[in-house]
């Protein structure tokens, strides 16, 4: 009966559920947990395996530029970065609240990787997270209109609770690019968070879209709604922690 009852778990795909249930069995009889507590802890490990299991999954697939952790941020007046501000960045709730987060700096600050930790941070709270440098963004998009796939690349990214731009103002920006930026934004406006990473001062956005019609509709739909961090400091990119 044993047996069948953990052949019955990996058939229904309750790995958690069969896993702790063989590491019951394995325990000599007298210290097999009562039935009501028995039931209790397989539910408990059901649920933490397919909650590791989403976590890596949301990890793979979020293609985060960096392995970076909210522990390993350096937080100091010199970065103008503090522990309050990453600390309420941390919760995920601007993610619930669907707010933005924007980053400016100079090269090797640390936009990137704290746009990462963010990201990795949202992944363990369970958020579905996409990583993008705009290059590529730009790339992916011509080759969605190219193969017919667009609309449904577009459903991908309203999908994601929050997805990060990084690199945003190292190139100039098609005008289709731009629409279907304004595109995503809108979908995503009073629904999920974007971050997006630039060197260019957020002053220097509007002109950088170049196109006063577009980018007064682009930026007011990440700017009212938006924690803004201006990193400073020298460059971070051979240290190992930052």
Request: with cysteine; net charge positive.
């Amino acid at each position: 009966m044993k047996n069948e009852s953990l052949d019955m778990f990996r058939q229904m795909k309750l790995t958690g559920m069969a896993d702790a249930y063989q590491a019951v069995l394995s325990l000599p009889i007298n210290n097999h947990p009562e039935a009501h507590d028995l039931i209790a802890q397989l539910i408990d490990a059901e649920f933490q395996y397919r909650t590791d299991r989403r976590t890596k999954m949301f990890l793979r697939l979020s293609k985060l530029r960096y392995q970076a952790s909210i522990q390993d941020i350096e937080c100091s007046e010199k970065r103008n970065l503090s522990k309050d501000k990453l600390a309420f960045l941390a919760d995920c709730n601007f993610i619930n609240r669907a707010e933005n987060v924007l980053i400016t700096g100079a090269t090797g600050c640390g936009k990137s990787y704290l746009a990462c930790a963010l990201g990795d941070n949202a992944c363990l709270h369970g958020y579905r997270t996409l990583y993008f440098n705009l290059n590529r963004f730009a790339e992916q998009i011509s080759l969605a209109k190219t193969d017919g796939s667009l609309i449904k690349w577009l459903d991908k990214l309203k999908k994601a609770k929050l997805i990060i731009l990084d690199d945003f103002g190292l190139q100039p920006l098609s005008q289709s690019v731009k629409l279907s930026l304004l595109q995503i934004l809108e979908d995503r406006y009073g629904n999920s968070a974007t971050i997006i990473c630039s060197q260019l001062p957020l002053n220097a956005w509007h002109a950088y879209l170049d196109e006063p019609t577009i980018a007064d509709a682009i930026l007011d739909r990440i700017v009212p709604k938006a924690h803004r961090i201006d990193l400073k400091g020298e460059s971070l990119r051979n240290r190992s922690k930052i």
